[in-house]
């Protein structure tokens, strides 16, 4: 029902502000491929097609839709897209045999006299730092290549309102975000299997997975607020929300028949803050997050497999562009329980940081890009790789390589068999 509403009321929006106006037409072709090195196979190979369409009316609103089309030739990132149970009706691609067509996006932007309104699907970015998320909570996640895909490529859109106000010195930003998709997990090449973010199979007993969108989120409403305020060279903006965990977990059910695991996402209320400042050579980024709310999985064999806990994470990244054409990146990030933990896989602290280079050479034509992360907790991460070529202003060709490495217990040294090689044509009209 609320979806039919939006819906009515973007229809009625772009009735209201039809006029002649300019229509605009522009997309990207691209060619994705990776090798997986341990068991010589192809990992993905994939044609998309990505497709843009904008419409400016004499009034001064806009119509913006992006729809992509996706052909795989060869892919082990998911298996089985009958099973893709985490989208909601509104908001789920249409699958076929060998790919996928999504609308990526669809909504209508209005600016009312220092107003501004945007309306339909779309994604929203709130976060100051890159490589894991702390204040990026607005939409959930496409982890079907694991952390490895840029934000604005792995988020999913979803459906909502999107206001904001700029007064004398500050502004405001709501959203109101009926849709509860959830983020999609892959049945693929990076499927999880760390006890961190998959729940431990008994196999004494029959175990059986539910793989529906949790009753519980029926009827529920995101709602979200950024205030923001920007003075003498500083950012900062703080940040409100009640929403579901995109990350949803799955909680046990024991039976004398077996046991059953069911996706589960808390309703959480969060509570953050972000802070950013250049200084000579160098720009300061960081933001803070509260949750009241965030389901982790125990070691115990009894009761549901989860428990819930307050808890507070951190990023703090420092760009130095001192170095010609360079920018080098260190980050630092910290999730802490704020409960006890000694149940929990998870320790009580876990820190992670992170090394990146970007160098531009011969005038921009070639770009190389290098990072490295690392939890501390278990030794564990990954390194990438890649150069881009800008062979004109259309065509870019980009290749490089993802090697992981440490416990396979851990976040992202559970994908130490999935180091690959990596290769992507782009040709944009």
């Given at each position: 029902?609320k979806?039919?509403l939006?819906?009515?009321?973007?229809?009625?929006?772009?009735?209201a502000s039809?006029?002649?106006?300019e229509?605009s037409?522009?997309?990207e072709?691209?060619?994705?491929?990776?090798?997986?090195?341990d068991?010589?196979?192809?990992?993905?190979?994939q044609?998309l097609s990505?497709?843009?369409?904008?419409?400016?009316?004499?009034g001064?609103?806009?119509?913006?839709?992006r729809?992509n089309l996706?052909?795989?030739?060869d892919?082990?990132?998911?298996?089985d897209?009958?099973s893709?149970f985490?989208?909601?009706?509104?908001?789920?691609?249409?699958?076929?045999?060998?790919g996928?067509?999504?609308?990526?996006?669809?909504?209508?932007d209005?600016p009312?006299n220092?107003?501004?309104?945007?309306?339909?699907?779309?994604?929203v970015?709130?976060g100051?730092?890159d490589g894991?998320?702390?204040?990026?909570?607005?939409?959930p996640?496409d982890?079907?290549?694991?952390?490895?895909a840029?934000?604005?490529e792995?988020r999913i859109?979803?459906?909502?309102?999107?206001?904001?106000?700029?007064f004398?010195?500050?502004?405001?930003?709501?959203?109101?975000?009926?849709?509860?998709?959830l983020?999609?997990?892959?049945?693929g090449a990076?499927m999880?299997t760390?006890?961190?973010?998959?729940?431990?199979?008994n196999?004494?007993?029959a175990?059986t997975?539910?793989?529906?969108?949790?009753?519980?989120?029926?009827g529920?409403?995101?709602?979200?607020?950024?205030?923001?305020r920007?003075?003498?060279?500083?950012?900062?903006n703080?940040v409100?929300?009640?929403?579901?965990?995109?990350?949803y977990v799955?909680r046990?059910e024991v039976?004398?028949e077996?046991?059953t695991?069911?996706p589960y996402a808390p309703?959480?209320?969060?509570?953050g803050?972000s802070?950013?400042?250049?200084?000579?050579d160098y720009?300061?980024?960081s933001?803070?997050?509260?949750?009241t709310?965030k389901?982790?999985?125990t070691?115990?064999n009894?009761g549901n497999?989860?428990?819930?806990?307050?808890t507070a994470?951190?990023?703090?990244?420092?760009d130095w562009?001192g170095?010609s054409?360079?920018?080098?990146?260190?980050?630092?990030?910290?999730?802490?329980?704020?409960e006890?933990?000694n149940?929990?896989y998870?320790d009580?602290?876990?820190?992670t940081?992170?090394l990146?280079?970007?160098?531009?050479?011969l005038?921009?034509?070639?770009?190389?890009?290098?990072m490295?992360?690392?939890?501390?907790?278990?030794?564990d991460?990954?390194?990438s790789?890649?150069?881009?070529?800008n062979?004109?202003d259309s065509?870019?060709?980009?290749?490089?390589f993802?090697?992981?490495?440490?416990d396979?217990?851990g976040?992202f040294?559970?994908?130490?068999?999935?180091?690959?090689l990596t290769?992507?044509?782009?040709?944009?009209?």
């Amino acid at each position: 029902m609320k979806f039919r509403l939006l819906l009515l009321l973007l229809l009625s929006v772009i009735s209201a502000s039809a006029s002649a106006g300019e229509l605009s037409f522009s997309g990207e072709l691209v060619y994705d491929a990776a090798f997986q090195v341990d068991d010589s196979e192809i990992q993905k190979q994939q044609l998309l097609s990505i497709n843009d369409v904008d419409y400016y009316f004499n009034g001064g609103a806009s119509v913006s839709a992006r729809v992509n089309l996706n052909y795989d030739i060869d892919n082990r990132l998911h298996r089985d897209y009958d099973s893709v149970f985490t989208y909601s009706d509104a908001s789920k691609p249409y699958y076929f045999d060998n790919g996928w067509a999504d609308l990526r996006e669809l909504y209508v932007d209005i600016p009312l006299n220092g107003h501004f309104l945007r309306l339909g699907k779309q994604h929203v970015a709130w976060g100051a730092t890159d490589g894991l998320r702390v204040l990026d909570i607005v939409n959930p996640v496409d982890y079907k290549e694991f952390v490895l895909a840029p934000f604005e490529e792995s988020r999913i859109p979803t459906w909502m309102i999107n206001y904001s106000h700029r007064f004398d010195q500050y502004t405001a930003q709501l959203l109101i975000i009926p849709d509860q998709t959830l983020s999609f997990v892959p049945n693929g090449a990076f499927m999880p299997t760390s006890p961190l973010v998959s729940p431990t199979i008994n196999h004494s007993r029959a175990a059986t997975f539910e793989n529906e969108h949790p009753d519980e989120l029926r009827g529920e409403t995101d709602v979200a607020l950024r205030i923001g305020r920007s003075f003498s060279g500083h950012d900062v903006n703080l940040v409100i929300a009640r929403q579901t965990d995109k990350d949803y977990v799955y909680r046990r059910e024991v039976t004398s028949e077996g046991v059953t695991y069911r996706p589960y996402a808390p309703r959480s209320n969060i509570y953050g803050a972000s802070y950013s400042t250049a200084m000579g050579d160098y720009v300061l980024r960081s933001e803070l997050a509260y949750s009241t709310d965030k389901a982790y999985f125990t070691q115990s064999n009894d009761g549901n497999g989860i428990e819930l806990a307050r808890t507070a994470n951190y990023g703090v990244a420092l760009d130095w562009y001192g170095a010609s054409d360079s920018v080098i990146t260190f980050q630092l990030f910290q999730d802490i329980i704020l409960e006890s933990a000694n149940n929990l896989y998870q320790d009580k602290t876990e820190t992670t940081w992170s090394l990146n280079l970007s160098k531009d050479l011969l005038n921009q034509r070639y770009v190389v890009e290098a990072m490295i992360m690392q939890n501390l907790n278990r030794q564990d991460g990954f390194t990438s790789f890649n150069i881009r070529h800008n062979f004109s202003d259309s065509v870019t060709l980009k290749a490089g390589f993802d090697y992981f490495f440490g416990d396979t217990d851990g976040l992202f040294g559970q994908f130490s068999d999935k180091d690959r090689l990596t290769f992507a044509a782009h040709y944009t009209f």
